[in-house]
């Protein structure tokens, strides 16, 4: 595809209610921007979104979004707030007239606002023209650059499918989905040679058709880097979450060799949340995906490497190295290294769940199958603020969502604030006291029997959605006796190594441990892995910084 016609696919959005300015906008943009963009004109933020998410399905790149301030339902800065989720790249100015200066200048922060104008904003030549050059000029530098999006051809209740959708949203991997049995899906199937049995199907945007793709090989595929580009750095980071992000970000923006290692996307399961509303600086909540976006380019525009898809399965140390070593033998070695590897899902233990998972049963994956869920009824087992967090999201589209708890209330595991907004949902139900017993379908979930677990009386439901948010166990299996761990695999550092005032055992040095420092020198934990550790984001994310500073100290002395 030559430059031109990439360009000309990709998209100026004008938005405002006044049909009269709408078209002055539109008029002045095709003036100006025509030739090499196509202006899509929305008199709604309502009908605005359905045009950007329609775009985002067919993988045409948003550059600029204008919209006004003042319009019904929803102002200019909720929907420049909503849109940043469908296309965080393109860059966002806000229509304001004099009187509404104060509120532009609050969407700053609240929306991460590129740019505000006054309106009447004539002549273009002088006030309009000269600030969207700036802002093309700045989208073009990015990496937001066109290109053709991924096709995955499978079916509605292959597990196989949803942890291929899964892998690429969360890696911000643009992808368009065709069921199998659709036209296009059939068409996409037969052009590969195969005839459905087994799925899914990729095809990548230069037309190379994978077939039940292992993570590894689909990240090469997609452009996602998989190995890294030295064999010794100063530091590396095992984990791409918050915690691990942030060390990311802190130590190549201090001028350590940095390079990031993930097994499978980068934010972690603060990356799959909806909506993180107590997070320092986003008033008005951000998503996880959207803060994960950020971070991850923050890091790499600092020089740190992120490779995807690699699988860490042991630490040697060797003599000053620290040696990472993955599942296909290879391995990186560093100075440091720096654990943030967070924790992963409790699997729930009712008969039939495991059968099903990827087939109705779902693990932390709100945001990918919330689409599939319009007009359902939905179960989701937890009581923590993943759990809240997840119900608020698909409560917007589900007929009704019931939030199966097994303590006596929310309050001991789930934010306030998070509290209030289910009490306040009208088609959200919290069932307190209630397990799940057992999961049946054939092929997919078709129903789950609760337990009352103070009758012990059971019931069997109707539905074809579960997700489970019931705990997190951490991922340190790995460690073997290299690093240690609590009885429930956290990982001990700094004070929790001495409790006894004795260092820990093959402690060689003349100093104890440093706060986040293990029982191997130079070698770091942060974040969920470390035992007891607060389990938030912005906790993780200091931990991350905290880090990067004591390994600085640990270089500086080694």
């Known amino acids: 595809m030559t430059q031109a016609l990439e360009q000309a696919r990709t998209v100026i959005m004008t938005v405002d209610d006044d049909p009269g300015v709408s078209r002055a906008v539109a008029r002045d943009l095709r003036r100006r921007y025509g030739g090499s963009y196509r202006i899509v004109r929305a008199e709604s933020g309502e009908s605005a979104l359905d045009a950007l998410r329609e ?10 979004i204008l919209a006004d301030f003042r319009m019904p339902r929803m102002n200019g800065i909720e929907f420049l707030e909503r849109a940043l989720d ?13 009187a509404d200066t104060d509120a ?42 066109p290109v053709p999006s ?14 291929v959708r899964e892998f690429l949203a969360r890696n911000q991997v643009p992808y368009r989905w065709y069921s199998s049995d659709e036209p296009e899906g059939r068409r996409l199937l037969a052009a590969a040679g195969q005839d459905g049995q087994r799925l899914p199907l990729v095809v990548t945007p230069d037309g190379t058709p994978l077939l039940e793709p292992e993570p590894a090989e689909l990240a090469a595929h997609v452009g996602l880097a998989t190995t890294p580009a030295a064999d010794f750095y100063d530091l590396v980071v095992v984990g791409g979450g918050p915690a691990g992000l942030g060390a990311a970000v802190y130590g190549a923006s201090e001028g350590l060799r940095t390079v990031l290692v993930e097994r499978s996307a980068t934010g972690g399961q603060a990356g799959q949340s909806s909506r993180i509303e107590n997070y320092l600086g986003f008033p008005n909540g951000v998503s996880g995906a959207q803060l994960t976006d950020r971070a991850r380019r923050q890091a790499t525009r600092f020089g740190a490497e992120i490779l995807t898809a690699r699988e860490v399965t042991g630490l040697e140390i060797c003599g000053a190295a620290r040696i990472v070593r993955f599942s296909d033998g290879s391995a990186v070695a560093a100075h440091s290294v720096i654990l943030a590897t967070g924790v992963s899902y409790r699997q729930l233990p009712a008969p039939g769940v495991e059968e099903l998972t990827g087939c109705g049963v779902f693990y932390g994956s709100a945001l990918t199958e919330a689409p599939s869920c319009q007009g359902q009824d939905i179960y989701i087992v937890g009581g923590a603020n993943s759990a809240g967090q997840a119900a608020m999201y698909l409560s917007r589209g589900a007929k009704s969502v019931t939030l199966l708890v097994r303590g006596a209330s929310l309050a001991a595991s789930m934010s306030y604030y998070l509290i209030q907004q289910i009490e306040e ?11 799940v017993d057992a999961a049946h379908g054939s092929g997919h979930l078709e129903k789950l029997a609760l337990r009352d677990t103070a009758t012990g009386e059971t019931e069997l439901v109707d539905t074809q959605w579960m997700f489970v948010f019931i705990g997190a ?57 470390r035992a007891e550790s607060a389990k938030r984001v912005a906790s993780a994310v200091g931990e991350g910084a905290m880090a990067v500073l004591l390994v600085h100290r640990y270089l500086e002395q080694s």
């Open 473 to 529: 166990a951490p991922r340190t299996d790995w460690l073997g006796g290299t690093v240690l761990r609590d009885g429930r695999g956290f990982i001990l550092s700094g004070p929790d190594l001495t409790a006894d005032g004795r260092p820990p055992p093959g402690w060689e040095l003349d100093r104890p441990p440093y706060h986040l420092e293990t029982n191997v020198p130079g070698v770091f934990v942060a974040g969920d892995a």
């Open 150 to 163: 991924t096709k995955v051809v499978g079916h509605r209740w292959s597990a196989r499918s949803s942890q």
């Open 55 to 64: 775009l985002k399905l067919r993988g045409d790149p948003v550059a600029v």
């Open 86 to 98: 469908i296309h965080p790249g393109a860059r966002r100015v806000l229509l304001t007239a004099y």
């Open 104 to 145: 532009a200048i609050d969407a700053i922060n609240v929306v991460d606002l590129d740019h505000y104008l006054l309106k009447p904003w004539d002549p273009p030549e002088e006030k309009l023209y000269p600030v969207l050059d700036d802002l093309l000029q700045v989208w073009r530098a990015g990496d937001y650059r």
């Open 425 to 435: 949902a009208p088609n959200i139900t919290v069932r307190t006291g209630t397990v």
